[in-house]
Nanobody
Framework: QVQVVESGGGSVQPGGSLRLSCAAS????????MGWYRHAPGKQRELVAT???????NYADSVKGRFTISEDNAENTAYLQMSSLKPEDTAVYYC????????????????WGQGTQVTVSS
């Protein structure tokens, strides 16, 4: 079983910055992709950014140029550096991790964290 834990959320004024962390743990064999999603009140959950094991990244148009996703493969951790934050970035941010896990065998997993709240307000 793979556990995913997010951290780093909080409250910030418009124009400010925050750095989110996502740590995956368990009997992980390989991680294919890690991604950040967000869910704002009254809206559907949306993709924010993803990073593949080879380092390829993808961003939602609304965050391009402001957010940067990165990873530490050795620590099974992904980061989301958020800058120039806007009130519309307010949401619960979730981390998703895909890969394979197991000891002596390999089974695909797709795990979500519990989310971390980001609030951008003056």
């Amino acid at each position: 079983q793979v556990q995913v834990v997010e951290s780093g959320g909080g409250s910030v004024q418009p124009g400010g910055s925050l750095r989110l962390s996502c740590a995956a743990s368990g009997t992980i064999n390989v991680i294919y992709a890690m991604g950040w999603y967000r869910h704002a009140p009254g809206k559907q959950r949306e993709l924010v950014a993803t990073i593949l094991s080879g380092g390829h990244t993808n961003y939602a148009d609304s965050v391009k140029g402001r957010f940067t996703i990165s990873e530490d493969n050795a620590e099974n951790t992904a980061y989301l550096q958020m800058s120039s934050l806007k009130p519309e970035d307010t949401a619960v941010y979730y981390c998703n991790v895909e890969g394979t896990s197991g000891s002596g065998f390999s089974r695909k997993f797709n795990s979500w964290g519990q989310g971390t709240q980001v609030t951008v307000s003056s």
